[in-house]
């Protein structure tokens, strides 16, 4: 019985599509997404290799050349104190993505931490997590940073202001928990989580190998969004003299000070740091953008 | 309606009660000693007799509850303390620089709205179009650009094309209209660009949702022109997600304000702030960052009213 019917069964050949790459289908399918991604890595590379990228010393003071125009020697002009601007925009990639990358996996980490506990013991846990991040959302995202920096102070470890980390990390945390606990809270309702209950596996255990894993796309999704978020916040702290400060190249800090008083006369110093700005999240948005609706059309930022 | 706004009321007051302690806490948490830190200020050694003298006279020598009560109750009757820099009430100084800084903010307000409706709707009838992938890279660059980049690069512009800036002292509305839109429509422009692109996104993806919905599907099937479907069915109905934003980004302005204002060289809350923070204002920091927390969670409040008011679905959950 079973015989015949296998042989009268159509010998149907499915041309079965090769499984693609999946850098080469998330390009294919999301192509402004791509173009963010290859301008955040080339700005990695410029960060990375800023020695051997940058045709100048970024903190070369050279009176001879103050406030030029940009040029052949000087692509994008030089400051008031004669400093090469596009080997300072270059070496201020580094500080941007240094900052950016350290204070969105600081915070989004805490955050996703934070929300899965919170969704994973439920309860009286959960309602106090939850009151606490309602409280931390109630502040502007600047006005906390501004209010951190200005408790703290600095504390500069190893060329980092870790102080400054906190500040732009701390805003990230509540937001992060808030996205992380409700998709926690469909997972932990899964029958093995039920399972590895019974198993006897310590709650440490369960949260980290059996919800964490589940709730990967929903972070690095926020990971590369508050990237852009850390970037911007740095420089807007950066600019107010409260982040960064002289002599380290940073964006932020190139369209304040001296930039503020001459950039009428001297718009160079104030075009090329913006565009570097606006670029870098630009692309950390387009990014993020196209990461979620790739991985996760569902996530809600 | 009422019970709706009892039970909303009784939620907000654990989280105004944790913001209030957060932001006493801010002090207490500090390194150092606040008493020292402002006695030291001109320099010089402080007896230590006078610090103690000063920290009895503060309070700040009773138990922390106490200490938290009485400066609570003196919050709920207006007093915010005196700014450790000019000596006045802190009440005082923010009160002369809010006309400014609202203004702006509403402004920013209104010219967001005028942008994101037609913007947001059009992307969401032409989605995935030319049309919309256009607007989507003009909303992305918004939420890109710093805001204080694109106030400096309006400036430029100015000078550039008319050789003229925009005037540096506050003329009051009222004074002069003229004089202080001139003045004021270019912060507002370089804060309202980012909050336009917040509020196109929400609404074409707010508009996109509703279009969905089985109404609208019996809407065209009654044969109505699309024009209508989008504007009585859709509108209507997606705009609600859109206030919440408009309404978030109002409590959120003063951030870009903080910033912006430096730019324009603007004497406004933003600026204040700023000012605090980098001279050591305690009280004048903690004074701000608490009335900028309650106008959100009061914001937020009117927005869970207005929600309930407009969807009645909502009283009744």
Redesign the interface.
């Known amino acids: 019985m079973t015989d015949t019917t296998t042989d009268t069964v159509p010998a149907v050949t499915y041309k079965v599509r090769k499984a693609r790459h999946p850098i080469l289908g998330f390009v294919l399918q999301q192509p ?1 997404g791509a173009m963010g991604l290859l301008v955040i890595i080339i700005m990695m590379l410029c960060g990375l290799f800023a020695e051997v990228v940058a045709p100048y010393d970024p903190l070369q003071i050279d009176y001879m050349a103050i406030l030029q125009a940009p040029s052949a020697d000087h692509w994008m002009g030089t400051d008031d104190f004669g400093r090469d601007i596009l080997s300072r925009v270059i070496y201020g990639a580094r500080t941007a993505l240094a900052v950016g990358f350290i204070a969105s996996l600081a915070g989004c980490s805490i955050g996703a931490i934070i929300g899965m506990v919170s969704a994973y013991f439920g309860g009286w846990v959960d309602t106090i997590i939850q ?2 991040m ?3 959302l ?7 940073a ?2 951190i ?5 600095k504390n500069v470890v190893g060329g980092i202001d870790i102080n400054l980390i906190i500040a732009i990390g701390l805003p990230i945390i509540p937001k992060v928990a808030r996205v992380i606990r409700s998709s926690a809270l469909a997972i932990r309702e899964l029958p093995y989580i039920d399972a590895a209950r019974a198993a006897g596996f310590s709650h440490k255990r369960i949260v980290m190998r059996h919800i964490l894993p589940n709730v990967t796309a929903p972070f690095l999704i926020m990971l590369t969004a508050y990237v ?1 978020q850390a970037i ?1 916040l740095e ?2 702290l950066s ?4 982040g960064v400060t002289e002599p380290t190249p940073a964006w ?1 800090l190139m ?1 304040s000070g001296s930039a ?1 008083q001459y ?2 006369e001297a ?1 160079w110093m ?2 090329f740091p ?1 565009i570097a ?6 692309a950390f ?2 990014f993020g ?1 196209a990461l979620r609706d790739w991985l996760d059309p569902k996530v809600r930022m | 309606m009422l019970a709706y706004t009892i039970r909303r009321i009784l939620l907000m007051v654990p989280t105004l009660l944790g913001v209030a302690i957060l932001v006493f806490l801010m002090l207490r948490l500090m390194p150092g000693d606040i008493v020292e830190t402002m006695l030291r200020e001109g320099g010089g050694n402080v007896p230590a007799h006078v610090i103690e003298q000063e920290r009895v006279r503060l309070g700040l020598d009773k138990p922390i509850h106490i200490q938290f009560i009485s400066w609570f109750g003196g919050i709920l009757q207006g007093d915010f303390g005196a700014s450790m820099w000019t000596g006045k009430p802190v009440l005082h100084e923010i009160g002369s620089r809010l006309e400014l800084s609202l203004q702006i903010a509403l402004m920013a307000t209104f010219l967001a709205v005028l942008i994101a409706l037609p913007l947001g709707t059009l992307a969401a009838i032409f989605k995935n179009t030319i049309v919309d992938h256009v607007i989507r890279v003009i909303s992305i660059a918004g939420l890109a650009i710093p805001s204080f980049w694109l106030g400096m690069v309006i400036i430029l512009l100015l000078l550039t094309f008319y050789g003229w800036i925009p005037p540096l002292t506050f003329t009051s509305f009222f004074e002069d209209p003229w004089r202080n839109l001139s003045q004021l429509i270019w912060p507002a422009m370089a804060v309202g660009y980012r909050y336009s692109a917040v509020a196109t996104r929400m609404a074409r993806s707010s508009i996109l949702e509703v279009m969905q919905e089985d109404y609208i599907r019996t809407a065209r099937a009654k044969g109505v022109y699309e024009r209508l479907v989008v504007a009585r069915h859709g509108m209507r109905n997606a705009l609600l997600p859109v206030i919440t934003v408009i309404g978030l980004e109002f409590a959120f302005l003063i951030g870009g304000l903080v910033v912006t204002e430096q730019v324009f060289n603007l004497n406004g809350i933003g600026r204040l702030f700023v000012q605090a923070t980098t001279r050591g204002d305690y009280t004048m920091i903690q004074g701000l960052v608490l009335l900028v927390a309650v106008t959100f969670i009061m914001v937020n409040f009117l927005i869970d009213m207005l929600y309930a008011a407009l969807d009645p679905r909502i009283r009744y959950k």
């Open positions: 402004l009151r606490l309602d409280v931390l109630s502040f502007p995202i600047i006005v906390l501004l209010a920096v200005a408790i703290l102070g852009a911007l420089a807007s600019f107010l003299g409260l932020g369209l503020a950039y009428q718009p104030i075009i913006g700005i606006s670029l870098a999240v630009f948005n387009l953008d």
